[in-house]
């Protein structure tokens, strides 16, 4: 049992409750306080004491959906300081955002949304690079999907999602049960280690970054849009894509900032820019300002994820978050000093010519360098992201609610996968 209490039910009504209470709040006092008003500041306590309630390890190995939940607590909190506090909107911003909102209950609904969704689609505060709706309606001429076309298309992928987590699943608690019966590993990270085994810990670590977390990420998303779509609540232009395209990330930027979803982009860059901008007064744009920025980024998802370590009964001496994510600021800056290298040394003409090509336009060979800079570094830089989590990996980790292996087989269950992933992908034009 992954909650506070012994029955699921209990679990998830709680945190129901407190989950409305931790938006609700902040919502009303967008709405009915000035900008300045103390009730902001003393919201903000009190937000973080209900997530504290919840941030305990669950369980030996945790449950993905359950820490899923529990951090969104946390980042309502972060939200609600962001929009109370450090950018803080009132009723009259929300108001304006659009002649639809008159009354209370639709501005109470538009509040809470902006602190739900973070990435505040179909709004003027939506952060950048969200994805565009894939293609597969544009070629059957919708530029908004419809209904009934969005819910079956999300369905399909759902189902075939959770057919891949089963996998997932089943070889994990394999891999765990099998690591029982052995002498148990060291708790020390190794880095001398054959360049087969590095291979292998490579592949590993990517495989659970575009596969794994993206699947789990994902297939929680699609969820929730089924839901408030299929209730008439949202219509289908609020839920673009969650991640982007896989062929955007040939730079660590392009990881983080195109292909990864940006659910955390505006909680953390309010927090940075605050720092940067208000508290240490760097002038806007500026290298020191940009760089600035992008470490206090880093340092605050690499707490965030110590907390999510903690959920997943990973003790914060052992987490490897604070390493992992702190290193990509010299990764970017490494990645940042050999793009300015390179153009430096290019000839005036071959620079007018990458002048004349479109930004979005991307030679193929660059493309491919830079995929294998980022495999490389994820890959190995990962190891202390990873390490701990799958050395924490017991025979109770539940990553989907059911399973039908035990039903069906597990060559069954892989033939059936693959064979209705190639027709999803074919009939839907699931786009990678």
């Not at 679990?11 to 938006?23: D, G, K």
């Amino acid at each position: 049992m992954y909650g506070l209490y012994h029955t699921t039910g209990e679990n998830i009504s709680e945190f129901l409750c407190f989950y409305l209470v931790q938006n609700v709040v902040p919502a009303t006092l967008i709405i009915t306080t000035r900008k300045d008003s103390p009730l902001r500041y003393l919201c903000i306590p009190g937000m973080l004491w209900t997530a504290s309630r919840f941030i305990r390890p669950f369980g030996s190995s945790g449950s993905p959906t359950w820490c899923q939940a529990i951090t969104q607590l946390v980042i309502a909190t972060l939200q609600a300081t962001n929009l109370l506090l450090l950018n803080p909107l009132a009723e009259s911003d929300i108001s304006g955002s659009t002649t639809t909102i008159r009354n209370f209950g639709s501005k109470l609904i538009a509040a809470f949304r902006m602190l739900a969704q973070t990435r505040a689609v179909n709004t003027q505060w939506q952060v950048k690079n969200v994805p565009s709706h894939p293609r597969y309606y544009l070629h059957r001429g919708m530029r908004t999907p419809t209904r009934g076309r969005f819910l079956l298309r999300q369905l399909a992928i759902v189902a075939w999602q959770c057919l891949v987590l089963d996998i997932v699943q089943t070889v994990s608690l394999q891999q765990a049960a099998e690591r029982g019966l052995q002498k148990p590993a060291s708790l020390e990270i190794e880095w001398i280690v054959p360049l087969g085994q590095w291979a292998e810990r490579i592949a590993t670590h990517l495989s659970i970054w575009f596969v794994v977390n993206r699947l789990i990420s994902d297939l929680a998303y699609r969820v929730l849009s089924i839901f408030f779509v299929g209730i008439g609540l949202d219509s289908s232009a609020d839920w673009p894509p969650a991640f982007g395209r896989m062929a955007d990330a040939f730079t660590l930027r392009n990881f983080w900032g195109k292909f990864w979803h940006q659910f955390m982009r505006q909680p953390f860059t309010s927090i940075s820019s605050f720092i940067a901008r208000d508290v240490l007064r760097l002038t806007r744009s500026s290298t020191l300002e940009r760089y600035t920025n992008l470490s206090i980024v880093f340092l605050v998802s690499a707490i965030f994820h110590v907390i999510v370590d903690i959920l997943q009964s990973i003790p914060m001496e052992r987490s490897g978050s604070i390493p992992f994510y702190l290193a990509f600021i010299i990764g970017i800056m490494l990645e940042d000093g050999v793009q300015n290298l390179w153009k430096r040394l290019q000839t005036p003409e071959s620079g007018q010519d990458e002048e004349k090509r479109s930004s979005d336009i991307v030679p193929l060979w660059k493309r491919a360098a830079g995929m294998l800079w980022v495999m490389l570094w994820l890959g190995v830089t990962s190891t202390w992201y990873f390490t701990p989590m799958i050395q924490s990996t017991n025979d109770d980790m539940q990553v989907i609610p059911f399973s039908v292996v035990k039903y069906i087989g597990f060559q069954s269950l892989i033939a059936i996968t693959v064979g209705s992933g190639v027709g999803i992908a074919v009939v839907f034009e699931v786009e990678l």
